[in-house]
Structure formats: structure tokens, C-alpha cells
């Protein structure tokens, strides 16, 4: 039954997604919510929170407040935050309850401005669609609000355009992709939004490429190069072979001089594995299939996602899910070889499906289940963990029985 | 203090609010989540009920928490969630795929539910969906019993908070008994009283024949019996909507009788306990061995300063109180609420330790908790050893219940444990599995 889920948790929501990418930029990010939202992104959507001096709130919506529609005391809860905590901007994210009361956000948002004088975001989010739609909102409201134009242009600037633990699990996995592009001879203008701050995005234009590595930041990236004509590459590198490509085709488009790759030859490919299914992200699901593909001869790989999908980044053969009925149907008309997802999707084939099931935790599915599993699939590490889930799962030892 | 985090000497808290609870924070400040926030949360005190089975109605995001701490604690398979739409809130139409969602959850169950908790959210709270007619008509067709619950914050600082009133839809599975068993119920908490506890042998002393608790009935048909008990022992305030309402419907009445500390607030509650089941309660020789123990220990830990929490399973203040009585020196409470009997010992704290500095978990100054340089020697609860970060903590969770001079005893027991033995903090918090 479409909007029955048997097995799957709830993913991260919208407003979440937004909290994750606005999370190191030191404002004040307030969902409106009775707490519940809330307690959602601090516990189970952001890896991030313990230890962390970060102001994410709720606004501690009461039904009395919303009956009565009163948003003043919103207001001078967050102009009360605005004082005590001096924070560089405010942003407020919608949750269920307000959408029901219609809450005007604009409104509120430009009377907290006159009053603070900060810059006041605001994300009509309200829980029914996922992380990846939020998440992609706030990627562009940094790009339209803070972005300014470069009086400079870095010749090898890059922007790296998507990044949140909810799609990379963790910071090492930014470090080790910062330290790739470093080495290939980039330098890393902004990373948005993982160990960068506001003043850093602002000045992104100065950069000459828009590393984009999750679908969140497509709209985005093609914002930039549409205001300031800074063109963009979507992909992750993980395997050998696409790692070299991917290195390649970013040395090529800023003009860096380096030793190309030799040139690839096709895997043998691995025994038995005539199909294969990746659940997950889109930009990390491709950048999956590219190493089976290249690093391992699998070459029948579809990508399945519940997230939204870019028409641009699509093969023929993927398809979007829309509910669990729609996995285990596709599970059940291609009896895959492989199938590639985060731990949780396999309770939802196990009982039908038997083959080989590799671990690819995605923290907008699992949450706080893998977060600390020490997940590494950027670069060679990304073979490694394949090759070792899909040629190990036949001695019986499976990656996703490990990582628990 | 050197930071700007916000608190009140102890001299200073009264609280601000209306009803049975009061808030340590003003009104006009943004909500803080802490990691160590949380409790059971909702969903996991539904499923108390033996057999049963919940339908989770909602926006995608709100069963978030709640279904991956059922991955995590094991009650998942017993969660199943119906997703709401914009048009659903428009149209109302969700009231009319939960029928067919119903059905679909009974045809495919592995086993047969015996019970099915239905669970709405603030959304509907606010479209004020009638459940009701649903629950009978589901009721009619499907053969098991149908309640409605509701897990909506957005009611939290009213009379019908929903922390009270799942334990009041929890209870309201019981079907009246014209049979009656000299037995008492605990009512508010999650776990049985832990059987170390004197409760056990000072009841059946005292001609009780049975001490019943949801958490130790392995199906619904035992979980009924509980309507068959001659009284109801609140120990939590949790319960306290519940066990009205079984007093009204079942004809059971309640004393409250809650879990603590302090020597004397036992052997009080003992005392009033007595009177509500008309026996002289003889628990002499249980305080002795406390006492016994009290001096032990603290030999043992010598003089700690100590960090008390709101997560704990107790009152944090009166859990302060007992634990400057037992000769430890309390630097700070982390408190969001007062309740009703929060308030003597708040009295007995003004009066004996004016230098207890009260904080709470939820002022947006605590996001610069690492600022506050907080120190303790030993923290309990998740909460107060989260901003005291260099504590040694004893969890004290929801997931067992010390009760009774015994009760005393455990904690000091843990308290000792925590130091040979200490733990990762994140590690144990996350763990437990709490959910806001």
C-alpha cells in the first residue's frame, strides 16, 4: 500500500537537511516545531551535535500559539536568541504543525530582520518530503543570499558543492576528498558546507569549477554558473579506476598540468555477478555504479532511489521508488546478484531475496545505527569495501553484518 | 560561574507555568535539545502493551526517532507507519486510508496482533481528526481491541501532556473485573520494580498477594489481570491521568507512593502507603541495611561533588537532597520542570545547600556548555554527565526501577561502579536508546 512502511524507518526529513547544511555556519537555526522536529535532527539526523556549540533550536510551538496564530512570541524568542547569542543570521524552518496554521514565514522574517538586523533565512519545510529536498533548498538560499561577485578568479579554485554527514556519513570522508583535489594540484575555495564558513561561501565565485557531490547541490551549482558563470562537474570519486577519471577530468577543466591516467583496462568481470542494484543517493549511487563498472567488469547496474532524481544524472534502466512496495517489486522482478544500500534496505529484501547484500550506510536512512561504523568509500577505500563485500558475502561473511 | 550560561541559585527557583508543572526556564527563550534529551518516548511506552501492535499516523519525519530506536531496542517489528501528505491535511483523506492500512498490517502479520495502538501527531491535533468513530469501526471489523494515542509535543504544556495521556490510552486496554485479588499494580514507570527491592517482601508481609506491572506480563490475556488488583501505587507522575481513569472505570483506587532517595521521603512514602492499604507496613530493618550501606559507600567514594540530571530515574531534587544527606557535596541540578512534589525538597535545598546552582537543559546559553567549565566528580543522569564532560556518570535510566531503601542501595552501588568501571558517555547515551 502506497505510504505504508512495514519495514523502513522514516528517512531524514526536510527540515533536516536544511539543519545539516546550515549547521557549521554560526547562526541561529531554529526549527518551528513543538520539539518533537527537533529532537529528530539532534538525535538520529546530525552525527555532529555531540560537542557541538552549534544554535540549533526549536521554537517550542504550543497549540495554544498556533490556534491563536500568535508569532509574537516566536519573535521574541528569536530576537531574545538574536541578543544573548550574536549570532551572524537567523534561520527559520518550517515543520508540519505551522504548515497546517499557514504560517506566513516572509512575513516573519522581515520583521525579525528590522528588528535584528541580521539576515533572516527562512525554508517552508514541513516533514513530508525528505532531507534531500530541504537540503537542497538551503545550498541555493547560500548561494543567492551570500554569494558575491569575485573581483579575483583562482585559476585552480574549486568549490566542493553538497557535502553533509547525511549523505558522506563523516567528516574523514570530506578530509579525504579535500586532500585528493589538494594533491591533483586544486585549491579548495569552499567546501559547502563541511569545514567552511559563511565568509568562505562568499566568496565562491572566486573559483573556477563547482564540484558538485551530492544531488542537493545540482541546484545550486547551476545557479553559480548560470549568475556567475562558474561551471560545474556532479561525481564523487570512489574506486581506483574512477577516482583517476574523475582527478583527470577536474585537472582538464582547470588546465592543470599533471600525468594523466594510464589508460583503463576493462575488468575481467567478477564471477556470477551478471546484475546488480544500488539503493541510495544519486551522485553516490552513480559514482557506485562507476566502479563496478570500471574496477570490477559489472556493467548491468541499475541505481534505485527514494530521494528525488536528477534528469541529467539518470540512466534509462534507473528508476525512482516511491515506498517499500516499489523496492521489493523491482527486487522481485530482477532477482539482482548484488545489491548495494545502506544495512536497513536489506531487511526489506531478505525475506525474498537471496544474494549478495553489500553495507553502504547512508545516514539519512540509518541515522545514529552506523554513524560510528568508520564507513570510508572515497578513493581506493571504495573498492576495497566492495570488492571485499561482494567477494566475501560467498565465504558467508557480509560487510553489513560487520558494521553492526 | 564563568560563563553566560543561564541558571538560578537554588535560593532563587520557584518556577514559572501553570498546572501540575512548573518551568525553570523564562517563556521567552528558543528550546535547546541536548544530545542526552529524552526518555521512552511515545511509541516505546505504547508497545508496553503485550501483543499489540501500532499504526503510526504521520508527516514522514515524525517517526523518525521513534522507529530507529525500535531498530535499535528491538520493538521496530512492531511499528508500522502511514505516511501523510499536503493533501491529506487538506482533504482529511488519511482517515480514510487507515482502514485499508489496518487490514493490510493484520493480513501479513507473521503472528496476529491482539492489540492495535493507533498513533496520531500534532497534526492532527490540530485538524482535529475524530479517531474515535475509526477506533470502533476497526474495532468491529478486525475482532481486537483499537486505542487511540497521541504523540503531540504541541500539547505538552497543557493538562493533557502526551507523555500522561499514552499511559492513560496504555491502561485503557484493561476491561473492568468483577473478580478482585488483594494485588497492587505499579503504575507510571516502565520497568518492574527491581527485584532486589524490599517492596516485594514488605507487600506479601503484608498480605498482597501479587505486585503487577505491564513490563512483566508476556500477554495481553496476563496484562488484564491488572484489572483484578484491589489498588493501583503510582510511582511516577507519568501515570497519573492513567490511573484516574482506572479508578473511574475500574474501580481501582490510587495512592501516590513515588520513587526516592532520602531516607526519611521513603520511609514517608512507606508510611502513606501503609495507610492506603490499611496495614502497618514493617520496613525497619530495610532502612537499618540502608544506612549500613550509606555509611559504607561513602567511605568507599569519600567527599564527591556530585552533578544530579532530570534524566535520571528520580526527582532531581529530592535525588540532591538525599545525596547531600548521605554526606556528598551537590554542585549542580540540571532541571527543566518542577512538579508537585519537587517542591519540599526545592524547600530543603533553599534552607541546607544555598549553594546548589540550578541549570537547565533546554537555554539556548547551554549550545556553550563547554564554556560553562561545569566540573564534578560524578554525574547523575545522561544530561547532567553531558555538560559536566570530565564526570564520572551513573546512567540511572528508565530501563530499570530501583525503588525503596534497597533503591538506596543500587544507586550507591552504581555510583561505585561508575568510578572502577567508567564508561564512554556518548557511547552510553546513544546506546540507551532515548528518544526526545
Same mark, same amino acid.
Given at each position: 500500500?502506497?505510504?505504508?512502511?512495514?519495514?523502513?524507518?522514516?528517512?531524514t526529513?526536510?527540515?533536516?537537511?536544511v +539543519?545539516?547544511v546550515?549547521?557549521?555556519?554560526?547562526?541561529?537555526?531554529?526549527?518551528?516545531?513543538? +520539539?518533537?522536529?527537533?529532537?529528530?535532527?539532534?538525535?538520529?539526523?546530525?552525527?555532529?551535535?555531540?560537542?557541538?556549540?552549534?544554535?540549533?533550536?526549536?521554537?517550542e510551538?504550543?497549540?495554544?500559539?498556533?490556534?491563536?496564530?500568535?508569532?509574537?512570541?516566536?519573535?521574541?524568542?528569536?530576537?531574545?536568541?538574536?541578543?544573548?547569542?550574536?549570532?551572524?543570521?537567523?534561520?527559520?524552518?518550517?515543520?508540519?504543525?505551522?504548515?497546517?496554521?499557514?504560517?506566513?514565514?516572509?512575513?516573519?522574517?522581515?520583521?525579525?530582520?528590522?528588528?535584528?538586523?541580521?539576515?533572516?533565512?527562512?525554508?517552508?519545510?514541513?516533514?513530508?518530503?525528505?532531507?534531500?529536498?530541504?537540503?537542497?533548498?538551503?545550498?541555493?538560499?547560500?548561494?543567492?543570499?551570500?554569494?558575491?561577485?569575485?573581483?579575483?578568479?583562482?585559476?585552480?579554485?574549486?568549490?566542493?558543492?553538497?557535502?553533509?554527514?547525511?549523505?558522506?556519513?563523516?567528516?574523514?570522508?570530506?578530509?579525504?576528498?579535500?586532500?585528493?583535489?589538494?594533491?591533483?594540484?586544486?585549491?579548495?575555495?569552499?567546501?559547502?558546507?563541511?569545514?567552511?564558513t559563511?565568509?568562505?561561501?562568499?566568496?565562491?565565485?572566486?573559483?573556477?569549477?563547482?564540484?558538485?557531490?551530492?544531488r542537493?547541490?545540482?541546484?545550486?551549482?547551476?545557479?553559480?554558473?548560470?549568475?556567475?558563470?562558474?561551471?560545474?562537474?556532479?561525481?564523487?570519486?570512489?574506486?581506483?579506476?574512477?577516482?583517476?577519471?574523475?582527478?583527470? &577530468?577536474?585537472?582538464?577543466?582547470?588546465?592543470i598540468?599533471?600525468?594523466?591516467?594510464?589508460?583503463?583496462?576493462?575488468?575481467?568481470?567478477?564471477?556470477?555477478?551478471?546484475?546488480?542494484?544500488?539503493?541510495?543517493?544519486q551522485?553516490?549511487?552513480?559514482?557506485?555504479?562507476?566502479?563496478?563498472?570500471?574496477?570490477?567488469?559489472?556493467?548491468?547496474?541499475?541505481? &534505485?532511489?527514494?530521494?528525488?532524481?536528477?534528469?541529467?544524472l539518470?540512466k534509462?534502466?534507473?528508476?525512482?521508488?516511491?515506498?517499500?512496495?516499489?523496492?521489493?517489486?523491482?527486487?522481485?522482478?530482477?532477482?539482482?546478484?548484488?545489491?548495494?544500500?545502506?544495512?536497513?534496505?536489506?531487511?526489506?529484501?531478505?525475506?525474498?531475496?537471496?544474494?549478495?547484500?553489500?553495507?553502504?550506510?547512508?545516514?539519512?536512512?540509518?541515522?545514529?545505527?552506523?554513524?560510528?561504523?568508520?564507513f570510508?568509500?572515497?578513493?581506493?577505500?571504495?573498492?576495497?569495501?566492495?570488492?571485499?563485500?561482494i567477494?566475501?558475502?560467498?565465504?558467508?561473511?557480509?560487510?553489513?553484518?560487520?558494521?553492526k | 560561574?564563568?560563563?553566560?550560561?543561564?541558571?538560578?541559585?537554588?535560593?532563587?527557583?520557584?518556577?514559572?507555568?501553570?498546572?501540575?508543572?512548573?518551568?525553570?526556564?523564562?517563556?521567552?527563550?528558543?528550546?535547546?535539545?541536548?544530545?542526552?534529551?529524552?526518555?521512552?518516548?511515545?511509541?516505546?511506552?505504547?508497545?508496553?502493551?503485550?501483543?499489540?501492535?501500532?499504526?503510526?499516523?504521520?508527516?514522514?519525519?515524525?517517526?523518525?526517532?521513534?522507529?530507529?530506536?525500535?531498530?535499535q531496542?528491538?520493538?521496530?517489528?512492531?511499528?508500522?507507519?502511514?505516511?501523510?501528505?499536503?493533501?491529506?491535511?487538506v482533504?482529511?483523506?488519511?482517515?480514510?486510508?487507515?482502514?485499508?492500512?489496518?487490514?493490510?498490517?493484520?493480513?501479513?502479520?507473521?503472528?496476529?496482533?491482539?492489540?492495535?495502538?493507533?498513533?496520531?501527531?500534532?497534526?492532527?491535533?490540530?485538524?482535529?481528526?475524530?479517531?474515535?468513530?475509526?477506533?470502533?469501526?476497526?474495532?468491529?471489523?478486525?475482532?481486537?481491541?483499537?486505542?487511540?494515542?497521541?504523540?503531540?509535543?504541541?500539547?505538552?504544556?497543557?493538562?493533557?501532556?502526551p507523555?500522561?495521556?499514552?499511559?492513560?490510552?496504555?491502561?485503557?486496554?484493561?476491561?473492568?473485573?468483577?473478580?478482585?485479588e488483594?494485588?497492587?499494580?505499579?503504575?507510571?514507570?516502565?520497568?518492574?520494580?527491581?527485584?532486589?527491592?524490599?517492596?516485594?517482601?514488605?507487600?506479601?508481609?503484608?498480605?498482597?498477594g501479587?505486585?503487577?506491572?505491564?513490563?512483566?506480563?508476556?500477554?495481553?490475556?496476563?496484562?488484564?489481570?491488572?484489572?483484578?488488583?484491589?489498588?493501583?501505587?503510582?510511582?511516577?507522575?507519568?501515570?497519573?491521568?492513567?490511573?484516574?481513569?482506572?479508578?473511574?472505570?475500574?474501580?481501582?483506587?490510587?495512592c501516590?507512593?513515588?520513587?526516592a532517595?532520602?531516607?526519611?521521603?521513603?520511609?514517608?512514602?512507606?508510611?502513606?502507603?501503609?495507610?492506603?492499604?490499611?496495614?502497618?507496613?514493617?520496613?525497619?530493618?530495610?532502612?537499618?541495611?540502608?544506612?549500613e550501606?550509606?555509611?559504607?559507600?561513602?567511605?568507599?567514594?569519600?567527599?564527591?561533588?556530585?552533578?544530579?540530571?532530570?534524566?535520571?530515574?528520580?526527582?532531581?531534587?529530592?535525588?540532591?537532597?538525599?545525596?547531600?544527606?548521605?554526606?556528598?557535596?551537590?554542585?549542580?541540578?540540571?532541571?527543566?520542570?518542577?512538579?508537585?512534589?519537587?517542591?519540599?525538597?526545592?524547600?530543603?535545598?533553599?534552607?541546607?545547600?544555598?549553594?546548589?546552582?540550578?541549570?537547565?537543559?533546554?537555554?539556548?546559553?547551554?549550545?556553550?556548555?563547554?564554556?560553562?567549565g561545569?566540573?564534578?566528580?560524578?554525574?547523575?543522569?545522561?544530561?547532567?554527565?553531558?555538560f559536566?564532560?570530565?564526570?564520572?556518570?551513573?546512567?540511572?535510566?528508565?530501563?530499570?526501577?530501583?525503588y525503596?531503601?534497597?533503591?538506596?542501595?543500587?544507586?550507591?552501588?552504581?555510583?561505585?561502579?561508575a568510578?572502577?568501571?567508567?564508561?564512554?558517555?556518548?557511547?552510553?547515551?546513544?546506546?540507551?536508546?532515548?528518544?526526545?
Amino acid at each position: 500500500m502506497k505510504g505504508l512502511y512495514k519495514v523502513l524507518p522514516p528517512f531524514t526529513p526536510d527540515y533536516s537537511g536544511v +539543519c545539516s547544511v546550515l549547521f557549521e555556519l554560526g547562526g541561529i537555526v531554529v526549527i518551528h516545531d513543538a +520539539c518533537g522536529c527537533t529532537g529528530n535532527f539532534t538525535g538520529y539526523d546530525e552525527p555532529r551535535w555531540y560537542g557541538s556549540s552549534s544554535a540549533v533550536f526549536s521554537s517550542e510551538l504550543r497549540e495554544v500559539d498556533a490556534v491563536l496564530g500568535d508569532d509574537k512570541k516566536l519573535l521574541g524568542r528569536l530576537e531574545n536568541a538574536a541578543h544573548i547569542l550574536g549570532r551572524s543570521f537567523v534561520a527559520i524552518i518550517g515543520s508540519p504543525a505551522p504548515m497546517v496554521i499557514g504560517t506566513d514565514y516572509e512575513a516573519l522574517a522581515h520583521i525579525l530582520s528590522q528588528r535584528t538586523g541580521l539576515p533572516v533565512l527562512t525554508f517552508d519545510t514541513n516533514g513530508m518530503h525528505y532531507y534531500d529536498r530541504g537540503a537542497s533548498l538551503a545550498f541555493m538560499e547560500l548561494a543567492r543570499r551570500f554569494v558575491k561577485p569575485a573581483s579575483i578568479s583562482i585559476e585552480t579554485g574549486v568549490n566542493i558543492i553538497g557535502a553533509t554527514p547525511l549523505d558522506l556519513g563523516n567528516r574523514q570522508q570530506v578530509e579525504k576528498l579535500i586532500s585528493l583535489l589538494s594533491s591533483a594540484g586544486c585549491r579548495i575555495v569552499s567546501c559547502w558546507t563541511m569545514g567552511s564558513t559563511l565568509d568562505d561561501i562568499a566568496q565562491s565565485a572566486q573559483a573556477r569549477l563547482n564540484i558538485v557531490i551530492s544531488r542537493t547541490g545540482l541546484e545550486a551549482a547551476r545557479y553559480l554558473e548560470s549568475e556567475y558563470k562558474i561551471p560545474y562537474v556532479a561525481g564523487i570519486p570512489i574506486g581506483s579506476a574512477p577516482t583517476r577519471s574523475f582527478i583527470d &577530468a577536474i585537472r582538464l577543466w582547470l588546465g592543470i598540468n599533471g600525468k594523466p591516467a594510464a589508460p583503463h583496462n576493462a575488468s575481467e568481470p567478477v564471477a556470477g555477478v551478471h546484475n546488480a542494484l544500488i539503493i541510495g543517493e544519486q551522485v553516490t549511487s552513480n559514482a557506485v555504479r562507476d566502479c563496478l563498472r570500471l574496477d570490477m567488469g559489472i556493467t548491468n547496474v541499475t541505481v &534505485a532511489s527514494f530521494f528525488g532524481v536528477d534528469q541529467a544524472l539518470l540512466k534509462e534502466i534507473d528508476r525512482y521508488l516511491d515506498g517499500e512496495d516499489d523496492l521489493t517489486a523491482l527486487v522481485k522482478e530482477h532477482q539482482y546478484d548484488v545489491i548495494i544500500g545502506d544495512p536497513l534496505y536489506r531487511d526489506l529484501v531478505a525475506p525474498f531475496w537471496e544474494g549478495c547484500y553489500v553495507a553502504f550506510p547512508h545516514v539519512a536512512l540509518s541515522g545514529r545505527l552506523y554513524w560510528n561504523s568508520g564507513f570510508d568509500c572515497i578513493g581506493e577505500a571504495g573498492l576495497a569495501l566492495l570488492r571485499e563485500g561482494i567477494l566475501s558475502e560467498s565465504s558467508g561473511i557480509s560487510v553489513a553484518e560487520r558494521v553492526k | 560561574m564563568s560563563s553566560n550560561a543561564f541558571y538560578l541559585p537554588i535560593s532563587e527557583v520557584g518556577g514559572v507555568g501553570s498546572h501540575w508543572q512548573r518551568k525553570v526556564m523564562p517563556s521567552n527563550c528558543l528550546h535547546y535539545c541536548p544530545p542526552s534529551a529524552g526518555g521512552w518516548g511515545i511509541i516505546r511506552v505504547g508497545l508496553l502493551v503485550p501483543e499489540s501492535v501500532m499504526l503510526f499516523v504521520s508527516p514522514a519525519g515524525c517517526g523518525r526517532h521513534g522507529a530507529i530506536a525500535g531498530i535499535q531496542l528491538g520493538f521496530k517489528k512492531r511499528l508500522f507507519l502511514l505516511y501523510l501528505g499536503e493533501v491529506d491535511i487538506v482533504t482529511g483523506q488519511h482517515m480514510e486510508r487507515i482502514p485499508q492500512a489496518v487490514a493490510d498490517i493484520l493480513a501479513t502479520a507473521q503472528r496476529r496482533p491482539k492489540a492495535l495502538l493507533i498513533c496520531a501527531t500534532c497534526v492532527d491535533a490540530l485538524l482535529g481528526s475524530d479517531y474515535d468513530g475509526l477506533t470502533r469501526q476497526l474495532e468491529a471489523e478486525h475482532k481486537i481491541p483499537v486505542r487511540i494515542c497521541h504523540m503531540d509535543p504541541i500539547a505538552m504544556d497543557g493538562k493533557t501532556p502526551p507523555p500522561l495521556t499514552v499511559q492513560e490510552a496504555v491502561y485503557s486496554f484493561l476491561q473492568p473485573s468483577r473478580q478482585k485479588e488483594p494485588a497492587v499494580n505499579i503504575i507510571g514507570n516502565f520497568a518492574p520494580i527491581d527485584a532486589e527491592s524490599e517492596f516485594y517482601d514488605v507487600m506479601a508481609d503484608a498480605g498482597i498477594g501479587a505486585v503487577r506491572h505491564i513490563a512483566a506480563c508476556s500477554s495481553l490475556e496476563e496484562f488484564q489481570l491488572m484489572s483484578r488488583s484491589t489498588h493501583n501505587v503510582l510511582i511516577k507522575q507519568g501515570g497519573r491521568l492513567a490511573v484516574r481513569q482506572m479508578q473511574e472505570r475500574l474501580g481501582i483506587p490510587f495512592c501516590f507512593a513515588p520513587v526516592a532517595y532520602g531516607l526519611e521521603t521513603i520511609a514517608q512514602t512507606y508510611h502513606t502507603l501503609g495507610e492506603f492499604l490499611g496495614v502497618e507496613l514493617c520496613t525497619e530493618r530495610y532502612r537499618e541495611e540502608a544506612e549500613e550501606a550509606i555509611n559504607s559507600y561513602q567511605s568507599a567514594l569519600g567527599p564527591l561533588s556530585v552533578a544530579v540530571g532530570s534524566t535520571a530515574n528520580a526527582s532531581p531534587f529530592e535525588l540532591a537532597r538525599a545525596l547531600t544527606e548521605y554526606g556528598f557535596r551537590v554542585r549542580y541540578v540540571f532541571a527543566d520542570l518542577i512538579l508537585d512534589f519537587d517542591v519540599e525538597h526545592v524547600e530543603w535545598l533553599k534552607h541546607h545547600t544555598p549553594d546548589v546552582e540550578v541549570f537547565t537543559n533546554v537555554h539556548p546559553t547551554m549550545v556553550d556548555f563547554l564554556n560553562c567549565g561545569l566540573t564534578a566528580d560524578l554525574a547523575v543522569g545522561f544530561d547532567a554527565g553531558y555538560f559536566c564532560s570530565g564526570a564520572k556518570t551513573v546512567p540511572l535510566t528508565l530501563d530499570s526501577q530501583p525503588y525503596g531503601y534497597r533503591g538506596v542501595i543500587s544507586l550507591l552501588r552504581e555510583m561505585l561502579n561508575a568510578f572502577e568501571h567508567p564508561s564512554n558517555h556518548r557511547e552510553q547515551m546513544y546506546a540507551s536508546g532515548m528518544v526526545i
